[in-house]
C-alpha cells in the first residue's frame, strides 16, 4: 500500500477518492486534489457539516462530487491505534436517482464489507446528521460528559430538544422539513449509541482543535442569513469560543 500526504506523489489519477477530514481542512484539501481530479474522478464527501458540499461542487462541479454522510464510533487510543465499531455509509444523488456512479460507488463498499445505503432524500438524511452532530456533539462537549449521561439529566434531555426545534426551523428555510418522527429518530439513535464520547469531546480532552463551525457556527451563518431566532445556539456557540480561546 502506497501512503502520502500529498496526491500528487500518486502517478495514476483517482476514480474514487473518499474525503474524511475534518470541515476546517476543506479547502486546504480542495488546492491539494486539484492537480489529481480527472474527467473519471468521483470525489465521495463523508465529512461532517452542509458547507463542505457546496465548496467541493464550486472546486469540481456537480458531476465530480458525490454527496454522503457516515456513522461510526471511533477513537484514537494511541497514535496509530483506533478502537471502532460498526459503521455504515449514506450516499445519493441531489434527486431519487440510482445513477451509474451511486451503483459502482455502492458495489465498492459492499466488496469492502462496508454497509452502504443509498438515500432516496440525501439532503434530509445530510440534515439529519447534522441536527445530531450539533446537539450530542455540542452539548456532549460543553459538558464533558458520554452521550448516556445526557439521558441521565431530564434538564439536558430538555436542552438537546430545544436545540433541534431551532435546528428544526433553520433546516425548512432550506427546503428541509425535520419533523417529529425526524426528532424520535435522532434521539432514539443517540440514546442507543450508548456511553460514547463524541469527536468533538474527544478534541477538546486532548487540547485539539474542535470543529463547532463545521456545526453550531453553520447553523448560526444561515439563521443570520434568513433572520431565524436561535438564541440557544448562539449561546452554546460563545461558550465554545471561549473554550477554545482557553
Same mark, same amino acid.
Given at each position: 500500500?502506497?501512503?502520502?500526504?500529498?496526491?500528487?506523489?500518486?502517478?495514476?489519477?483517482?476514480? %474514487?477518492?473518499?474525503?474524511?477530514?475534518?470541515?476546517?481542512?476543506?479547502?486546504?484539501?480542495?488546492?491539494? %486534489?486539484?492537480?489529481?481530479?480527472?474527467?473519471?474522478?468521483?470525489?465521495?464527501?463523508? *465529512?461532517?457539516?452542509?458547507?463542505?458540499?457546496?465548496?467541493?461542487?464550486?472546486?469540481?462541479?456537480?458531476?465530480?462530487?458525490?454527496?454522503?454522510?457516515?456513522?461510526?464510533?471511533?477513537?484514537? %487510543?494511541?497514535?496509530?491505534?483506533?478502537?471502532?465499531?460498526?459503521?455504515?455509509?449514506?450516499?445519493?444523488?441531489?434527486?431519487?436517482?440510482?445513477?451509474?456512479?451511486?451503483?459502482?460507488? *455502492?458495489?465498492?463498499?459492499?466488496?469492502?464489507?462496508?454497509?452502504?445505503?443509498?438515500?432516496?432524500?440525501i439532503k434530509k438524511d445530510?440534515?439529519?446528521?447534522?441536527?445530531?452532530?450539533?446537539?450530542?456533539?455540542?452539548?456532549? !462537549?460543553?459538558?464533558?460528559?458520554?452521550?448516556?449521561?445526557?439521558?441521565?439529566?431530564?434538564?439536558?434531555?430538555?436542552?438537546?430538544?430545544?436545540?433541534?426545534?431551532?435546528?428544526?426551523?433553520?433546516?425548512?428555510? *432550506?427546503?428541509?422539513?425535520?419533523?417529529?418522527?425526524?426528532?424520535?429518530?435522532?434521539?432514539?439513535?443517540?440514546?442507543?449509541?450508548?456511553?460514547?464520547?463524541?469527536?468533538?469531546?474527544?478534541?477538546?480532552?486532548?487540547?485539539?482543535?474542535m470543529e463547532y463551525e463545521?456545526? !453550531?457556527?453553520?447553523?448560526?451563518?444561515?439563521?443570520?442569513?434568513?433572520?431565524?431566532?436561535?438564541?440557544?445556539?448562539?449561546?452554546?456557540?460563545?461558550?465554545?469560543?471561549?473554550?477554545?480561546? *482557553?
Amino acid at each position: 500500500m502506497n501512503v502520502s500526504d500529498n496526491p500528487s506523489d500518486f502517478k495514476r489519477k483517482p476514480n %474514487l477518492i473518499l474525503l474524511t477530514l475534518k470541515s476546517f481542512d476543506t479547502d486546504l484539501a480542495i488546492k491539494k %486534489l486539484k492537480s489529481v481530479v480527472s474527467k473519471n474522478t468521483q470525489i465521495l464527501s463523508l *465529512q461532517n457539516g452542509i458547507e463542505n458540499y457546496p465548496k467541493l461542487i464550486n472546486a469540481f462541479g456537480e458531476e465530480r462530487v458525490v454527496r454522503a454522510f457516515c456513522g461510526i464510533n471511533a477513537e484514537i %487510543l494511541n497514535p496509530g491505534v483506533i478502537r471502532c465499531g460498526p459503521g455504515y455509509i449514506f450516499i445519493g444523488e441531489n434527486i431519487d436517482d440510482r445513477s451509474e456512479r451511486i451503483k459502482w460507488i *455502492q458495489s465498492l463498499l459492499k466488496k469492502s464489507k462496508i454497509k452502504c445505503t443509498v438515500s432516496k432524500n440525501i439532503k434530509k438524511d445530510v440534515w439529519r446528521k447534522y441536527a445530531w452532530n450539533c446537539i450530542f456533539n455540542i452539548v456532549t !462537549t460543553i459538558e464533558q460528559i458520554t452521550i448516556s449521561k445526557i439521558f441521565d439529566d431530564p434538564e439536558k434531555i430538555q436542552l438537546c430538544k430545544d436545540l433541534f426545534r431551532e435546528i428544526a426551523h433553520v433546516a425548512k428555510s *432550506q427546503g428541509v422539513l425535520l419533523g417529529d418522527d425526524m426528532e424520535k429518530l435522532i434521539f432514539d439513535s443517540a440514546k442507543n449509541s450508548g456511553n460514547i464520547k463524541t469527536s468533538t469531546l474527544q478534541d477538546r480532552l486532548k487540547g485539539k482543535r474542535m470543529e463547532y463551525e463545521a456545526f !453550531t457556527g453553520a447553523l448560526i451563518r444561515l439563521a443570520d442569513k434568513h433572520k431565524i431566532h436561535v438564541p440557544i445556539n448562539r449561546s452554546l456557540y460563545e461558550q465554545l469560543k471561549q473554550l477554545e480561546n *482557553q
